[in-house]
């Protein structure tokens, strides 16, 4: 809400970068950092890393932007509540009110209490027996998956002292420009090369150092099924 009384916590956008490669993570984590670096982003007075849940995206948080504010992107902890909630109700006004429950705790930065009441779901479960394995759409499975995301990223999940901060708490303006890009690169009538990805040259260095890298990060296609790994800095 942006008027007098409530007024918008929300950080303003300046501008958006994208650096794109088929490299694995460790390159692309000093990419990442180049462009973060040329850019200025290691200056400023507040910084934030943003990412899903993925391992890989806070291996290279903590390599390179070890400064930064790391947060779990809100969309993605709403996903997997409301896969939750499906998970153990069938009625949806049941389904939609447990959803605002959890939802605002983990807006609150009470993921320790959702993360206890999916806990109480789960111990009404029948138990998972000895060699079994529940398929991906089990409430077992569904519950075990939730639990185990909050609990790896509950100390990302601060959303109320991020938000009293001025940082942002969602990706959307990252995942928009995304998918401006993908639009004009993985159009129906474009095909792919197999064209190796940019990596930095033997010069590179890291973004500690006082001189600014003397490469810049690429961008290449590769044959389906291989896709690319991106990111908005």
């Given at each position: ?26 390159t692309f984590g000093q990419m990442m950092a180049a462009e ?56 949806v006004a049941a389904r939609w009110q447990l959803y605002l ?133």
């Amino acid at each position: 809400v942006g008027d007098d009384k409530w007024p918008a916590w929300q950080a303003e956008t300046l501008f958006r970068t994208c650096v794109s490669s088929l490299a694995g993570s460790e390159t692309f984590g000093q990419m990442m950092a180049a462009e973060a670096d040329q850019r200025g982003f290691y200056k400023a007075d507040k910084q934030a890393f943003l990412a899903d849940g993925l391992a890989y995206n806070w291996t290279i948080q903590k390599c390179w932007f070890p400064t930064f504010t790391a947060i779990v992107d809100f969309v993605h902890v709403v996903e997997y509540i409301y896969t939750a909630c499906k998970a153990i109700h069938n009625d949806v006004a049941a389904r939609w009110q447990l959803y605002l429950v959890w939802t605002r705790a983990c807006w609150q930065g009470r993921v320790a209490d959702v993360i206890k009441d999916l806990q109480q779901w789960q111990a009404r479960l029948d138990p998972v027996a000895e060699g079994e394995s529940p398929p991906d759409d089990d409430p077992r499975s569904i519950l075990r998956s939730t639990v185990r995301y909050l609990t790896n990223n509950a100390h990302r999940m601060d959303y109320a002292h991020y938000r009293r901060d001025g940082l942002p708490v969602t990706s959307s303006q990252a995942e928009s420009l995304v998918k401006q890009i993908s639009k004009r690169v993985k159009g129906t009538e474009k095909f792919s090369t197999t064209a190796s990805p940019v990596r930095p040259s033997s010069n590179s260095v890291p973004p500690s150092s006082a001189t600014t890298p003397a490469w810049k990060p690429g961008f290449a296609l590769a044959p389906y099924p291989h896709s690319l790994q991106g990111a908005t800095v």
